[in-house]
C-alpha cells in the first residue's frame, strides 16, 4: 500500500508513461518514464541557462517528435495535436536553425523599418 505522496507521484509518472508508450514492452517503461523526465529536466535547464543551444534545441525536438508519435500512437493524431507538441517540436528546430545560423556568421537578415 503506497503511503507518501512521493510513492504516488512515480507510480502516476510511470502510469502515464505506460499508457503514452502502450506498444513498448512493459519491462521498458520504468527506464522510459525515468529517461524521458531526465532528458526534459536538462533540455529545460540548458535551454533557460543558454548552454549548447543548438544541440540542446535539437535533442528537445527530437524528443518533442518521439513523443508526439508515442501519443499518436496510443491515443490517435488528436491528442498530440491538441497538446500542439509537434507545433512545439517545429518551433525546437527553428531554434536549431537561427543558432546554427548565427554561429556560423550569417546573422539572419533584420528587416529595416520604413
Same mark, same amino acid.
Given at each position: 500500500?503506497?503511503?507518501?505522496?512521493?510513492?504516488?507521484? %512515480? =507510480?502516476?509518472?510511470?502510469?502515464? /508513461? &505506460?499508457?503514452?508508450? $502502450? @506498444?513498448?514492452?512493459? *519491462?521498458?517503461?520504468?527506464?522510459?518514464?525515468?529517461?524521458?523526465?531526465?532528458?526534459?529536466?536538462?533540455?529545460?535547464?540548458?535551454?533557460?541557462?543558454?548552454?549548447?543551444?543548438?544541440?540542446?534545441?535539437?535533442?528537445?525536438? %527530437? =524528443?518533442?517528435?518521439?513523443?508526439? /508519435? &508515442?501519443?499518436?500512437? $496510443? @491515443?490517435?493524431?488528436? *491528442?498530440?495535436?491538441?497538446?500542439?507538441?509537434?507545433?512545439?517540436?517545429?518551433?525546437?528546430?527553428?531554434?536549431?536553425?537561427?543558432?546554427?545560423?548565427?554561429?556560423?556568421?550569417?546573422?539572419?537578415?533584420?528587416?529595416?523599418?520604413?
Amino acid at each position: 500500500m503506497l503511503r507518501s505522496g512521493k510513492s504516488l507521484c %512515480v =507510480l502516476s509518472l510511470i502510469c502515464y /508513461t &505506460a499508457k503514452v508508450n $502502450s @506498444f513498448m514492452p512493459p *519491462s521498458t517503461i520504468p527506464f522510459l518514464a525515468w529517461a524521458a523526465t531526465i532528458a526534459e529536466l536538462f533540455f529545460g535547464i540548458a535551454l533557460i541557462v543558454g548552454i549548447w543551444r543548438v544541440w540542446v534545441a535539437l535533442g528537445s525536438a %527530437v =524528443l518533442l517528435i518521439l513523443f508526439g /508519435t &508515442a501519443m499518436a500512437i $496510443s @491515443f490517435g493524431i488528436k *491528442s498530440p495535436l491538441d497538446y500542439s507538441v509537434f507545433s512545439a517540436s517545429s518551433a525546437a528546430l527553428l531554434v536549431t536553425a537561427y543558432e546554427s545560423q548565427c554561429k556560423s556568421g550569417n546573422e539572419p537578415a533584420r528587416h529595416a523599418r520604413a
